[in-house]
Nanobody, 129 residues
């Protein structure tokens, strides 16, 4: 079992920045995928960004809607992944969920919510216009 604890959500204005954090505990291994999905009211859960680490190498993947504005990073010693969100827009308003999956996930599976075994409780991000 892996537990995920998120923090950093809040209420901001258009153009502001926020940083989300997610720390894993429990049976988390060195090879994994950690990242973020989000769900806005009345909409399906959607992929935001993930960081994949396997065999000492790391790569990232972003949704097109956030590429260039959001940046994902990780601190492996702290088992923590961060999402730096810049130039926030009202359409970024959602509950953001941290996810944890196996490091063996292939690239085409990274944006599929069914690929992830563990989810955090979610943190609210609200951007006013």
């Amino acid at each position: 079992q892996v537990q995920l604890v998120e923090s950093g959500g809040g209420f901001v204005q258009t153009g502001d920045s926020l940083r989300l954090s997610c720390t894993a505990s429990g049976q988390s291994g060195p090879n994994n995928v950690m990242g973020w999905f989000r769900q806005a009211p009345g909409k399906e859960r959607e992929f935001v960004a993930v960081s994949r680490r396997r065999s000492g190498n790391a790569d990232t993947s972003y949704a097109s809607s956030v590429r260039g504005r959001f940046a994902i990073s990780r601190d492996n010693t702290k088992k923590t992944v961060y999402l730096e969100m810049n130039t926030l827009k009202p359409e970024d308003t959602a509950v953001y969920y941290c996810v944890y999956g196996r490091g063996s996930l292939i690239s085409s599976s990274l944006s599929d919510p069914q690929s992830y075994d563990y989810w955090g409780q979610g943190t609210q991000v609200a951007v006013s216009s």
